[in-house]
């Protein structure tokens, strides 16, 4: 039987959202996803926000149930992960230079 936990790595791995961007673009605590991914139960308005984030409803990342169909990645998400790989090479750059 799938689980909250296993529905929120799944999602993360398709979206290709890592935890710091979860958490990020969620307002979450990258320790609570830390939690959650590890089987605690979500407080709801976390959830709410993580659902937005990874473009499902909150029924169907808490309980599997009214599994979407066709959702892509979730456009916020992959803009943010863009704007990071940018930030992380930039930094990376400036490194190099010292």
Do not use: C, H
């Not at 979450?28 to 659902?51: C, D, H, W």
């Amino acid at each position: 039987m799938e689980t909250f936990s296993d529905r929120l790595s799944a999602l993360m791995a398709e979206r290709k959202i890592n935890q710091k961007t979860l958490s990020t673009l969620a307002g979450v605590a990258q320790g609570t996803i830390s939690k959650y991914l590890n089987g605690q139960e979500p407080k709801s308005a976390e959830l709410f926000r993580m659902a937005q984030v990874l473009g499902v409803t909150m029924d169907y990342l808490y309980s599997g149930r009214n599994k979407p169909e066709g959702v892509g990645l979730n456009p916020r998400a992959e803009i943010a992960e863009d704007k990071l790989r940018a930030v992380k090479s930039g930094l990376q750059a400036l490194l190099s230079e010292l």
